[in-house]
């Protein structure tokens, strides 16, 4: 993730400056495919720039057909299998519960959570979704209306909102601070307002109370 | 086998005699009724052109109000129909129709044949092509565009979410486009596996036609699902019939799934075409031949099978079970495969010959330096964990105009310039197509490269303003400036086209020395391509010039072409090709008013249109039965019969390809009625009110009424026709019958499916009724390819109708 705090790469909705586990090893996967691509496409414009040299080396068919057209290729993707397996395995608590449990409901155009208020009993709010930082927190989707879907970057992969069915997604915040948040579906007129934010409060010092986010913005650093 | 070519002729007055035949009448006149390849080809082409220019300027829009955060240029409902118009028109208005228009225009050049196998239908494809995009486009001019994005997910195109016409004017303008893309799609596998020169072995056949051959066979069987889509979701708009409305066992999943089966496959439908042209273009430009024939063809039959395993790669975010994730993955990356071999293939052709920097090579390094880069982000986002973080970001927008500008537009202008001179007659002026291809290559990549980052700095797609985010101003103004030099590339690209009509130089005849079929033709090409069909492989031009081949002129005054068998192209028989008519525009716009009256809502007068458009089918019908049999000594020593008599004519190959695609239809729907019973929340469905005695005796009198339509077919006799048509009639009356008893509809989508199951039966016993009656219209020794095709349909009504009565008894008895 280094590569990512480089200038330009910044910004409150950035894959690239990641934060949670999940965010942290899709941001180095894309890093390692980058890099191999980049790799592909020298090779590519090198081989079409050898073409226009007078002088070259007469290649058999099967060269470029099997050995670069299969071989290659194949060889390419097992190794990008590998590197999807290894993070995948860093992913795998994406369907599994976790301590916290909280619900996202979406509807045109707002996002209202359901979540274990400073004393334990549920409270609801809309636009800001709190949750205690370092814990692993289950986020169960729904929607009231059409499809939306459930984004935060900086934490983690995005998770659809899909009508009559209820997708759960695991987030880690590993420290606290204001992290934003925003659906990536478009769902009509108002899709751009569907902006939301996590605020990952120390699991030890909750605010007291959880507020909406229109009406008391609040200044967290962000982290 | 060898064929000996007729003896010259003297060519001026072949020229004539074809002219006469194979012609059209001057003015607006010959515009209508022209169903020549040639004219339709272009004509396709053109107003693909045309609305690749409005679907541009629609692109500058969007552009324009993403250059500063908080744009002001369009508000939000405006811009969400501009970019949805703008996606449609690319997809639909002009990839599509572009690929249909090459086909048609190149392969009977390419295959030494003079027209594509059905004429009428080309024309009337066409049609439908024109008033159905002036459908759309009087839409957007009127501000009732569709703004659901050209995905239309349900259910925010729903009745209760789009209240507006917009999305019908998608649903239904879109379908009716479509028409023209399977009309296309049948003619071009019967045109490539029956119309080739003689002895072109299906195996020694351009790549070209190989390319559209996979081409032709994905639009068979990856159309049908988004037509099934379509129409199930104007049922819902319109009669409230819960296809998609998970409140009442639909799922608006199911849309996703039939959108993708077709979407995916596009990609390769748009870009298999493209690459046939690269395949063809590129060794001429490096004075060789192509490397590896046979692992290209075997690289397009890997990706036509694989591109159909692919569609779940655009929904890895709903929500989907890790192991089918990991296929789907895992199918993505392996798509990967095949567009390997041929990347290498034709890089190795470079290596093989001498290339040469002339125009269509520009072109085609265009297409390398940017296709490569889309199909490896392709490969990235078919990897899930970043698939995740990449879908409907920015970075998603870039890939897919990498791939389909890198595989599809920079192919294309490079077949513009290359072929250019079949149509024209003319040589390019130098300078101006250099100049426009620097732009248009330097724009795209200052537009989309930078937009990758854009994505990934979390930018969703499709929103208006972002004025909560300044990091993303900078990449969104370097991609609209560059953006608009892009857009200058392709005026002066346009420019180019003209001024080369204008002032070209007369071109000689195969100016690039390509040395293959097409250019062996007159330039500019004359309406009948050829005045004798090929015999040998290498024939020369001056030759056939002089009618030295099989078929020469026109000396029974009829449009005649061989036609041979599938695989090596042996001669079989004479195919008689319609001629100019007025049916294709008039069939299309009958369609159009059928069309309209739908968008107005007006369901009671709609089906009166059908029934004309019954009536233009019986007309179209007669050309066939006043065919008089002839015997055409085709060469000195082999003399063939005209089609009039055979069974197996290009009629009943069309309708086996129209099955395949009906097939498709149909295993679409059995989809849909598994999908929504396995997944959809709200199932099992209420207690069916059908009473068991009536509705099994109903069920019983279809098909025993259809088991004998499909006897009588068979049977072929003289009064066969009859007794199958009013077998037809009784299997009517049975179904109305059921329709009458059916739960409503509205109530749950189970009884929404019957109830399209049953319209689906209705009209396949409708048409058979219509093709037993053209049976019977036939003289009784030339009527066999009509009988064939009624017996074909007869037999796929049957084998459907009993599935979906498996389908209906598997559902109560799980009940």
């Not at chain 1, 209820?166 to 915040?173: D, Q």
């Not at chain 2, 044949?113 to 009087?138: E, H, N």
């Amino acid at each position: 993730m280094v590569p990512g705090s480089l200038a330009g790469c910044t910004g409150p909705l950035s894959t690239l400056t990641p934060h949670g586990p999940e965010a942290t090893a899709i941001a180095t996967l894309w890093w390692v495919m980058l890099a191999g691509s980049a790799l592909i496409t020298a090779l590519v414009l090198l081989l079409l720039a050898l073409a226009f040299r007078a002088r070259r080396p007469a290649l058999p068919p099967a060269f470029w057909t099997q050995g670069l057209g299969l071989y290659f290729s194949l060889g390419v993707l097992t190794l990008l299998m590998g590197v999807t397996i290894l993070t995948g395995d860093r992913l795998s608590g994406r369907y599994q519960p976790a301590e916290v449990t909280v619900e996202a409901i979406a509807r045109q155009w707002q996002w209202r959570f359901r979540q274990p208020g400073p004393d334990g009993t549920p409270v609801e709010t809309t636009g800001r979704l709190h949750i205690p930082a370092g814990v692993p927190v289950e986020v169960l989707i729904r929607t009231e209306d059409v499809i939306h879907s459930f984004w935060v970057p900086q934490l983690a992969g995005k998770l659809d909102a899909i009508p009559g069915h209820e997708n759960r997604l695991r987030l880690i915040a590993p420290e606290a601070g204001l992290y934003q948040g925003r659906s990536a579906e478009f769902s009509g007129a108002g899709y751009v307002d569907m902006g939301f934010e996590v605020l990952a409060y120390p699991p030890d010092d909750p605010p007291a109370p959880f507020t909406d986010r229109r009406t008391d913005p609040v200044e967290a650093p962000r982290p | 086998m060898t064929l000996s070519p007729h003896p010259p002729q003297r060519a001026l007055a072949l020229h004539r005699e074809l002219e006469r035949v194979w012609g059209r009448p001057r003015g607006v006149r010959g515009f209508l009724m022209s169903v020549n390849h040639s004219d339709i080809g272009l004509r396709f082409m053109v107003l693909a052109g045309i609305y690749f220019g409005i679907g541009g300027i629609l692109a500058m829009l969007i552009r324009t109000q993403l250059a500063t955060p908080r744009g002001a240029f369009l508000d939000s409902p405006l811009y969400n129909q501009i970019f949805t118009m703008h996606g449609s028109i690319m997809m639909f208005l002009f990839a599509i129709p572009m690929l249909e228009g090459l086909a048609m225009y190149l392969l009977p050049k390419m295959l030494g044949t003079r027209d594509m196998a059905f004429p009428r239908l080309s024309a009337f494809g066409w049609w439908c092509y024109l008033f159905g995009g002036l459908i759309l486009l009087g839409a957007l001019a009127t501000g009732l565009a569709p703004d659901g994005g050209w995905f239309m997910y349900a259910p925010l195109s729903s009745r209760e979410h789009s209240p507006g016409v917009n999305a019908d004017v998608w649903l239904l303008g879109i379908t009716f486009v479509e028409i023209s893309a399977l009309c296309a799609a049948i003619e071009i596998v019967v045109t490539i596996l029956r119309l080739r020169a003689p002895g072109m072995r299906l195996t020694r056949m351009p790549l070209f036609a190989w390319y559209m051959l996979g081409t032709a066979v994905m639009m068979l069987a990856g159309f049908p699902p988004l037509i099934l889509g379509s129409v199930l979701l104007e049922l819902e708009r319109a009669f409230d019939w819960p296809f998609f409305d998970v409140a009442r066992g639909g799922d608006s999943l199911l849309w996703q799934h039939l959108f993708w089966l077709f979407g995916h496959p596009e990609v390769y439908i748009i870009f298999l075409p493209a690459a046939g042209a690269i395949s063809t273009i590129l060794p001429v430009m490096c004075r060789t031949t192509i490397l590896g024939y046979e692992a290209i063809v075997a690289a397009i039959l890997g990706l036509v099978f694989l591109s159909f395993g692919l569609w779940v790669h655009h929904m890895f975010t709903v929500g989907i079970p890790q192991m089918a994730l990991a296929f789907f993955s895992a199918a993505s990356m392996l798509v990967a495969v095949p567009t390997g071999v041929q990347i290498f293939a034709w890089i190795g052709t470079m290596w093989k010959g001498r290339p040469q920097l002339s125009l269509p090579m520009l072109h085609l390094l265009g297409f390398f330096g940017t296709f490569v880069m889309g199909g490896l982000t392709g490969v990235m986002l078919a990897v899930v964990p970043f698939n995740w973080q990449a879908h409907d970001t920015a970075f998603v927008t870039a890939h897919l105009h990498y791939v389909l500008i890198g595989g599809f537009v920079f192919p294309m202008m490079a077949a513009a310039v290359y072929w250019l001179p079949l149509i024209s007659g003319r040589v390019r002026v130098r300078g101006l197509g250099e100049t426009a291809f620097g732009l248009i290559f330097l724009g795209f990549h200052g537009t989309f490269f930078i937009m990758h980052l854009t994505g990934l700095l979390g930018m969703p797609r499709r929103i208006p303003t972002y004025a909560d985010h300044p990091e993303w101003m900078l990449p969104n103004l370097i991609s609209t400036a560059f953006a608009f030099m892009m857009a200058i590339g392709f005026v002066l690209f346009a420019l180019d086209l003209l001024l080369h009509g204008v002032f070209g130089r007369r071109s000689p005849r195969d100016p690039w020395d390509a040395g293959t079929l097409e250019w062996t033709l007159p330039l500019p090409v004359p309406s009948y391509n050829i005045a004798a069909q090929p015999v040998a492989t290498q024939p020369s031009a001056v030759a056939l010039a002089r009618g030295e081949g099989a078929l020469p002129g026109a000396p029974r005054g009829r449009r005649e072409v061989l036609a041979g068998s599938t695989l090596d192209a042996r001669p079989q028989h004479v195919a008689v090709l319609p001629g100019n008519s007025l049916l294709p525009v008039a069939t299309a716009a009958v369609i159009g008013i059928f069309v309209l009256l739908l968008l107005i809502g007006a369901y009671r007068l709609a089906p009166l249109a059908l029934l004309v458009v019954l009536a233009c089918g019986w007309a179209w019908h007669r050309f066939g039965r006043d065919i008089r049999p002839t015997r055409v000594a085709v060469t000195p020593g082999l003399i063939l019969p005209d089609q009039t008599g055979l069974r197996d004519s290009l009629t009943s190959t069309g309708t086996v390809a129209l099955l395949v695609a009906d097939a498709a239809l149909f295993g679409s729907f059995l989809f849909a009625v598994g999908f929504l019973g396995v997944i959809a929340p709200e199932w099992p469905a209420p207690a069916s009110g059908l009473a068991p005695a009536p509705t099994l005796t109903l069920i019983g009198l279809v098909m025993v009424a259809l088991l004998a339509a499909s006897v009588a077919g068979r049977h072929g006799g003289r009064t066969a026709p009859l007794a199958g048509a009013l077998a037809g009639l009784a299997a009517l009356a049975g179904v109305a019958g059921l329709a009458l008893m059916l739960d409503d509809p509205t109530r749950h989508a189970r009884d929404a499916l019957r109830a399209a199951a049953l319209g689906f039966v209705a009209l396949h016993i409708g048409v058979g009724i219509v093709l037993a009656l053209i049976a019977r219209d036939r003289q009784p020794g030339t009527g066999a390819a009509a009988g064939r095709v009624w017996r074909l349909w007869q037999d796929f009504t049957l084998v459907t109708a009993a599935a979906l009565v498996l389908v209906a008894a598997g559902q109560e008895a799980l009940a």
